[in-house]
């Protein structure tokens, strides 16, 4: 392993309240329980949307509509976030497909599963994406995850 695994999380970044999360204070967000298929078995974890964890931050969508200009209208979603493992993976998600209202990306940030902590090689933290097909994006050693302006964006 290349890094080491944080007892918390950070988000940082294009955020109104940047703030590190460890268990106790992500379990007051309030959890869910997600069903994630992965290299053939299906696993039950506990943990809180990406979506929540953003909002959280203050990161929103902003206002829309056809009264405002293109430039204008959620500016929220002209964001990037990246979640970054100890390890240096990196998987990208645009602020607009985790937001439950406009996206189809389902992520959570998630510690337990079967009712178990992570194995240290999968935590104590990992986001799973159980709407890709795919676990790429199910980042293991989750340690930030990082907001930035999409480039070119002026939001």
């Known amino acids: 392993m ?6 918390s999380v950070e988000v940082a970044g294009s955020v109104p309240r940047p703030r590190s999360f460890d268990r ?9 329980e997600v069903r994630w298929e992965h290299d053939g078995a299906t696993k ?3 943990g809180v949307a990406l ?25 929220g979603w002209g964001k990037i976030v990246a ?3 100890a390890d240096g993976h990196q998987a990208i998600f645009s602020a607009s497909e985790v937001d439950p ?6 992520s959570y940030l998630v510690w337990l599963e079967d009712g178990q902590p992570l194995p240290a090689e999968d935590g104590p933290f990992r986001l799973v994406t159980p709407t ?6 199910s980042v293991r050693q989750l340690t930030t995850l ?8 002026s939001r």
């Not at 990082?146 to 964006?153: F, K, N, Y």
């Open 24 to 32: 106790a204070a992500l379990e007051l967000l309030g959890t869910v």
């Open 132 to 137: 890709d097909k795919r676990g790429f994006r």
């Open 146 to 153: 990082r907001v930035v302006v999409a480039r070119g964006s």
């Open 44 to 46: 039950t974890c506990l």
């Open 101 to 106: 209202d406009a996206g189809p990306t389902r």
């Open 2 to 7: 290349v890094g080491a695994a944080a007892s």
């Open 51 to 75: 979506s929540r964890l953003l909002s959280e931050c203050g990161h929103e969508a902003g206002p829309g509509g056809r009264a405002l200009t293109p430039r204008e209208r959620r500016p």
């Open 83 to 85: 979640a970054e493992a």
